[in-house]
């Protein structure tokens, strides 16, 4: 069996470089470059679907050591029920964006796709490795490939030079998180072996102090690529800037490899840590999730509405996590394994939902040539079928049932009740109450901004020509975002069946006893909700006279047009004068007369939301940065001899240190 597994795994290897490669021999012919570059990225997708499956499934983890690659690194992989899982949710999303491809990159034509094809195929290759290697020197090395491969992805439109400044803020953010997590893999190493197994073997015997050393630094790295609070800033602007199948991989899965990360070394590598670990974990879960969805709400570039939402929804994983990591301080294994499982969930949850929902807005984008929501309306007409599906993933990231974003958040506020309930200390008591309040704020404002996304982009009039000349997406794309908006419905009524396989995840990663299987009754009243809906809907349908006559809305004897409908700025103002002071918005109000004083016949209304932790926390640290750059300069001065005897001293300085 384990001889089968290696051979999906390396087909499914050569697909991926063969997606990479072909393109490039024949770049000439654009429809074959594309054909060339997604077609094999469906078929690896989908094998490497099935070996995830099959990693996460059985107990037996599968091993292939490959040989040194480096004295002391071996190329070695690892598919556990861990790194099955998130390879399986990995190859999934990357199969479909591949298959959504094939028609929404028709719209590049011009651009060279043979580049695409090669860039978007390391990227999905390098993912997949990122989470099934077992050393840390070659996971660094697929990581850099990772970052590199989606910065090239983002500034695929580099004439632009908005796109241009995103990709910089995105290298710049994300090789800050890559220094930390090198830290932390430095001192967890101590200068000894770099296998996964060698860490967790000495992680036992270091100090308190140094492993909190550890998780800081892990906390940061992978933070900072997973777009938490305050490290989130290349997040919004990257993922709008690439294009909208590279930003439904990056959002859906890209983010989780970061997650997989934190889980990797902070709760399986360094054990059980002090209760404060789990605390800030949640903390930072906390701030995420509530400033996430605030900046959301405020959003009318419709991909940098979703980008935003992905931060919210990392915090909501984080937030289950966190509670996993307090109750594995207190020695309790099997909420730990919960709350952990939990979390997992909704890492599977968000990365089907938000995928449909970046696929959701290429095709409108595809459609209209536009992100912005308050051009568009009345897409429901033109596009009905990518309408239904893109509404499937607004209800689903809402936390409504019964659909998979609530099966997952509901778990996750199971945890952390628990957590309130535990009675070990106030204090804890307290965390757990205000996690849970967080919680449900954070779903009411998510409601609140798919409401306005769905409605003012779907529904109503057309306010542009761009929306009133478009048209339904292509059968391709279509059937690319189906399967996704399927997957929300079946989770959201089956979660115990998947609760249960996630349960084995979390328990390889904190042990303890075996854990019984969660009971089914969950499904049951979920199954028997949608089938009153339903029910309640086909009778609604069928009453004598119940069939609408469509007519005019009678407008007070004033012809309404696509002016009067409710604005997406209208919509989310109450929200934004209540969070004023996190949101900090800033009114421009400038007046045109043509006969002064008395006679006005332009009036210009601007609102914009200040970014404050951009305007107190980067912009002085790199007003710092600039000024102690300018006085270092003066090393600079272009003498190569001068230059040799910096590298000499600090070479007798690393070598007197290693001694």
């Not at 509530?290 to 929804?313: C, P, Q, T, W």
């Not at 969950?522 to 069939?547: M, Q």
């Not at 800033?586 to 002064?596: F, M, Q």
């Not at 272009?638 to 070598?655: A, C, E, Q, R």
Request: aromatic residues 12%; proline residues 5%.
């Amino acid at each position: 069996m384990a001889g089968l597994q290696e051979k999906l795994l390396f087909i499914a290897l050569i697909l991926y470089l063969s997606g990479a490669v072909l393109p490039l021999m024949f770049r000439r012919s654009t429809s074959m470059s594309l054909l060339l570059g997604c077609c094999p990225g469906v078929a690896a997708g989908a094998l490497g679907l099935a070996l995830g499956l099959w990693g996460m499934l059985y107990p037996d983890p599968l091993v292939i050591n490959l040989g040194y690659i480096l004295p002391g690194v071996e190329l070695g992989i690892l598919i556990d029920r861990l790194a099955g899982f998130f390879l399986a949710t990995i190859s999934m999303i990357a199969a479909l964006a591949s298959l959504y491809s094939i028609g929404y990159m028709k719209m590049y034509v011009k651009e060279n796709l043979a580049w695409w094809s090669f860039c978007y195929n390391l990227f999905v290759l390098s993912m997949s490795l990122v989470v099934i290697v077992n050393n840390t020197v070659v996971f660094l090395i697929f990581w850099e490939l990772m970052t590199l491969a989606s910065y090239f992805l983002v500034t695929f439109e580099y004439r632009h030079q908005q796109v241009r400044k995103a990709g910089f803020g995105y290298i710049v953010m994300t090789h800050l998180g890559t220094v930390f997590i090198i830290s932390a893999f430095f001192i967890l190493s101590g200068g000894g072996d770099w296998g996964f197994a060698d860490l967790a073997a000495r992680s036992e015997s270091l100090s308190a102090t140094t492993k909190s050393l550890v998780f800081a630094c892990a906390l940061i790295g992978f933070g900072t690529k997973a777009g938490v609070v305050p490290l989130h800033l290349w997040l919004p602007s990257a993922h709008p800037a690439a294009p909208s199948n590279v930003s439904a991989v990056m959002s859906g899965v890209m983010l989780k490899t970061a997650i997989y990360g934190m889980i990797r070394v902070i709760i399986d590598l360094l054990g059980p840590g002090p209760a404060w670990w789990g605390g800030l974990v949640l903390a930072v879960g906390i701030v995420s999730a509530i400033v996430g969805v605030l900046y959301a709400l405020m959003e009318h570039d419709l991909k940098r509405l979703l980008a935003f939402h992905s931060v919210e929804n990392i915090g909501i994983i984080l937030m289950g996590l966190g509670a996993g990591m307090i109750f594995y301080s207190w020695s309790m294994p099997v909420p730990a394994a919960i709350a952990v499982a939990a979390g997992l969930f909704h890492v599977l949850n968000h990365a089907i939902f938000k995928s449909l929902l970046f696929l959701g807005a290429g095709s409108v984008y595809y459609a209209t040539r536009t992100r912005d929501i308050e051009e568009l309306g009345g897409l429901i007409h033109k596009m009905p079928q990518t309408a239904v599906l893109f509404l499937v993933g607004a209800v689903s990231i809402s936390a409504i049932p019964p659909f998979n974003g609530f099966a997952s958040e509901y778990q996750i506020y199971q945890s952390l009740l628990a957590l309130s309930l535990a009675k070990v200390s106030g204090f804890w008591s307290a965390a757990g109450v205000l996690a849970c309040a967080a919680l449900a704020l954070t779903g009411a404002l998510a409601a609140a901004c798919f409401v306005k996304a769905f409605g003012v982009s779907f529904l109503a009039r057309p306010r542009s020509q761009k929306a009133a000349g478009a048209s339904e997406a292509p059968p391709v794309m279509r059937i690319g975002m189906a399967p996704l908006a399927v997957l929300c419905l079946a989770l959201g009524l089956i979660p115990q069946v998947v609760m249960n396989s996630l349960l084995g995840v979390a328990a390889q990663i904190v042990p303890g006893p075996d854990l019984p299987p969660l009971p089914g009754a969950f499904n049951l009243s979920l199954a028997l909700l949608l089938a009153v809906i339903i029910a309640a809907l086909a009778g609604l349908a069928n009453l004598p006279g119940g069939r609408a006559r469509r007519t005019e809305t009678w407008g007070c004897g004033i012809v309404t047009d696509a002016s009067m409908e409710y604005t997406a700025a209208s919509f989310s103002q109450p929200v934004r004068r209540v969070y004023r002071f996190i949101l900090q918005p800033k009114r421009e109000v400038s007046t045109d007369y043509s006969l002064l004083p008395y006679f006005n016949y332009r009036m210009h209304f601007e609102e914009r939301i200040k970014s404050v932790i951009r305007d107190f926390l980067y912009k002085p640290l790199r007003e710092f940065t600039i000024a102690l750059s300018k006085k270092w300069r003066c090393i600079q001065c272009g003498n190569i001899n001068l230059y040799l005897g910096y590298i000499f001293v600090t070479l007798i300085i690393l070598l007197v240190w290693v001694r």
